[in-house]
């Protein structure tokens, strides 16, 4: 059975940090591609972040210069650094992974980050 579990959402101020991170079972982690989404209420899901299996890295231009993403495929985790957050960065973050040959997506339960003052 597969499973991913985000955890390291909350609260926090504007300029503020978190780092979320997306634990990955029953897959061969190694192999998917590895994305972190984000809906913020009332707005469409959207792309934050992404890191290939071989490594290359893509990120949506509001997380640029703030984010960072990386994984440790021996600990099957894929991980979101949010440095400099912003009221705008409030959403549910949701980490997914995927891969085309054999098509496969899966998705976590999601975490809420909360910026506010």
């Known amino acids: 059975q597969v499973q991913l579990v985000e955890s390291g959402g909350g609260l926090v101020q504007p300029g503020g940090s978190l780092r979320l991170s997306c634990a990955a079972s029953?897959?061969?982690?190694?192999?998917?591609?590895m994305v972190w989404y984000r809906q913020a209420p009332g707005k469409q899901r959207e792309l934050v972040a992404r890191i290939n299996s071989g490594g290359n890295i893509y990120y949506a231009d509001s997380a640029k210069g703030r984010f960072t993403i990386s994984r440790d495929n021996a600990e099957n985790t894929v991980y979101l650094q949010m440095n400099s957050l912003k009221p705008e960065d409030t959403a549910v973050y949701y980490c997914n992974a995927a891969r085309i040959a054999p098509m496969r997506d899966y998705w976590g339960q999601g975490t809420q980050v909360t910026v506010s003052s």
């Open positions: 029953g897959i061969i982690f190694s192999l998917f591609n």
